[in-house]
């Protein structure tokens, strides 16, 4: 099989390229996954062979955007009952959803995203279930179930789902089919406990409060959804999910056999492959151009699809190797490697799909943990708070920066590892305040701004 590139750079000024993929396709290959990624989030594409051949065309807003070919996808496991995600039932799920929560978005997007996902999630768990009809549409026009089905009696009645709220459902979807679990595990039940009946609460209500998996909105709002299982409430069986040709066996509780690493296994490899790197590098005292070093520094490129090698010293190669660490913690396509550390983190700015597996958040926003990603910016930039460089990166698709991963928290400092520290892979204490929080970085004596930190969802 022909080696497959990870990153190219999509348009090198133009629109719009395309490539011919050749002899990629082995015999347990049903289809190959394509991720463009641009300033304005990513889409993914699953493009079906012709023979041993594929044709990928990747349009874009930015001549900075990249197209990323991952492994070709494995034959997928199947368990239990096939839910086959049509479009007619993937508008239902979008309609349900909004009808549910479209509106928290007024809570910020990670709770639009996260109540949308949860939403869908739950009619997923009940399909699975022996207790609940054997469709999506099914599941959703069951009666007394959805409130705003109540009224006109099925799904169809429910008023179209906006476009942001349909791609959000179409996101999540795409995800769960490719092996990412289930945010709410296998919960088939969720309330209001500010607006629901004294009986509900009293039945199955309260213990879902008290034992909630999932919380979405506002308490303090009144406007919230807990999401849970009923007193006695059991788990649905196995089953398989498939949409747009991609299929994931997942267990009851919503979480796939050889499924994509989540939550602390994730976390855990990335710190164990920065030292690891570290260590290759001699604690940081072999530099790029040392042998074997610089064939390191090779494979840090390849990872984003570049030809270069640490003696080609007039390439900075910090953001390859966040790339290449991520790359080999099991990240997969939920991280946009990149030549450029803004690519990377800007695209998290702007991702809506709830299971991103990282939040960007200002530096007053956010107390860092081992996993997290440290982003700043250099030369013009270093005076760039998360508003500026977001600005900037707006208007011009670039800015200079560089990122560092937590690889250590202390009581006041924080331990990173980064590439091209040094010219090599370096480790830097960073300071925090008592609660934990960035301070200031200085340079040359003067105090610069975090640009923000990327949070590792756990």
Not at 4 to 15: A, R, T
Not at 386 to 391: G, S, V
Request: proline letters at 6%.
């Amino acid at each position: 099989m022909q080696p497959l590139p990870n990153n190219l750079i999509c348009c090198e000024g133009k629109m719009t390229n395309s490539w011919t993929l050749r002899n990629v396709k082995p015999d347990t290959a049903e289809s190959l996954r394509v991720i463009c990624g641009n300033s304005n989030g990513v889409f993914s594409k699953i493009l079906e062979p012709g023979g041993k051949t594929y044709q990928v065309t990747c349009t874009v807003s930015s001549p900075q955007s990249t197209v990323s070919f991952a492994s070709p996808i494995p034959a997928p496991l199947i368990a239990g009952r096939m839910i086959e995600v049509s479009d007619r039932a993937l508008d239902a799920l979008a309609r349900v959803a909004q009808s549910e929560v479209g509106h928290f978005g007024k809570y910020g997007k990670a709770q639009l995203a996260g109540g949308l996902a949860a939403v869908v999630d739950t009619v997923i768990n009940r399909v699975a279930h022996k207790n609940y009809p054997d469709s999506i549409e099914a599941v959703i026009d069951q009666p007394k179930q959805f409130s705003a089905v109540n009224g006109p009696g099925t799904w169809v009645g429910l008023d179209p789902a906006q476009p942001t709220v349909m791609e959000i459902v179409r996101t999540h979807v795409a995800g769960r089919a490719s092996g990412v679990a289930s945010m709410i595990k296998g919960a088939t039940h969720f309330l209001n406990p500010h607006i629901s009946s004294a009986v509900a609460m009293a039945s199955w209500g309260r213990y879902v409060v008290e034992n909630a998996v999932a919380v979405y909105g506002d308490d303090a709002e009144r406007d919230v959804h807990y999401h849970g299982f009923p007193p006695g409430g059991t788990l649905p069986d196995t089953y398989s999910l498939r949409f747009n040709g991609v299929s994931a066996a997942f267990e009851g509780d919503g979480s796939s056999p050889g499924g994509l690493p989540v939550g602390s296994e994730l976390r855990d490899a990335i710190v164990r492959i920065c030292w690891k790197e570290y260590a290759f590098f001699d604690n940081g005292a072999a530099k790029e151009t040392d042998d074997p070093q610089f064939k390191r520094v090779g494979e840090y490129w390849k990872v984003i699809g570049r030809p270069f090698t640490g003696k080609d010293t007039n390439q900075f190669w910090s953001a390859a190797f966040v790339s290449f660490v991520l790359d080999q913690a099991g990240a997969g396509a939920r991280f946009p490697g990149a030549a450029a550390h803004c690519l990377y983190f800007q695209h998290f700015v702007n991702a809506l799909d709830h299971y991103a597996l990282y939040e960007a958040l200002p530096q007053s926003d956010a107390v860092p943990e081992v996993g997290d990603i440290l982003h700043y910016g250099r030369d013009t930039a270093k005076t760039y708070d998360f508003a500026k460089a977001a600005t900037a990166f707006a208007a011009d698709g670039w800015y200079p920066s560089h990122g560092d991963i937590v690889v250590e928290k202390r009581a006041d400092t924080l331990i990173t590892i980064g590439g091209n520290v040094l010219s090599s892979v370096g480790r830097k204490t960073v300071m925090t305040d008592d609660q934990g929080r960035l301070i200031d970085r200085q340079e040359d004596g003067q105090n610069f701004p975090w640009i923000g930190i990327l949070k590792l969802r756990a």
